[in-house]
């Protein structure tokens, strides 16, 4: 019987800012079955990147936790929830807003969730102080032409 949803990972790593890239392509690796566009794929790895940053650098004050990643395809659209269980957000509006920035002395850009939305369909944030950050973001991505499908099949068939 088919679930809600067409595949799903989960990915547990500790909050080192180097784990920061890992994360970034290992969603990468999971959403290019649904063959996304360079561009899409790229939007993806950003806004990956900027919740993973914010958990490490804002969620854990770069203090030793867990940050952790499941991600969802539902037929033509990804899913991520990135979610640690650091400090929390003590306003989640003013968060969000552009420029700002909670940590103004690491020169951050407090450009973060402003660059999640911009590159996700979805974001919504959820926070609760002492308990942590999750966010939920969702991309759609295009369907194929069926000049880009013939392409694809052929490039498949001379790289096998």
Same mark, same amino acid.
């Given at each position: @019987?088919?679930?809600? *949803? ?7 790593? !500790? ?11 290992? %969603? ?9 566009? $360079?561009?899409?794929? !790229?939007? #993806?790895?950003? /806004? %990956?990147?900027?919740? +993973? ?6 969620? *854990?004050?770069?203090? &030793?936790? $867990? %940050? ?5 395809? *539902? $037929?033509?659209? +990804?899913? $991520?929830?990135?979610?640690? &269980? ?5 306003? +989640?509006?003013?968060? @969000? =807003?552009?420029? *700002?920035?909670? =940590? ?10 402003? #660059? @999640? ?5 979805? #974001? ?9 950050? =999750? %966010?939920? @973001?969702?991309?759609? #991505? !295009? ?16 790289? /096998?």
């Amino acid at each position: @019987m088919k679930g809600l *949803y067409d595949n799903e990972m989960k990915l547990e790593f !500790s909050s080192k800012t180097c784990n920061e890239a890992f994360a970034r392509i290992a %969603v990468a690796a999971f959403v290019s079955q649904l063959d996304p566009t $360079i561009d899409e794929l !790229s939007d #993806i790895k950003t /806004a %990956v990147s900027e919740a +993973v940053t914010n958990s490490i650098i804002h969620g *854990y004050d770069d203090e &030793n936790g $867990i %940050v952790k990643i499941e991600a969802k395809i *539902y $037929i033509d659209t +990804v899913q $991520i929830e990135i979610s640690d &269980n650091g400090k929390g957000i003590e306003d +989640v509006e003013m968060a @969000m =807003k552009p420029l *700002y920035t909670s =940590k103004p002395d690491l020169e951050r850009s407090g450009m973060g969730f402003t #660059i @999640m939305e911009s590159f996700m369909d979805e #974001i919504k944030v959820e926070s609760a102080i002492g308990f942590g950050t =999750k %966010v939920c @973001m969702k991309k759609k #991505i !295009s369907p194929k032409t069926e000049e880009e499908n013939v392409e694809n099949d052929i490039k498949n068939v001379l790289e /096998a």
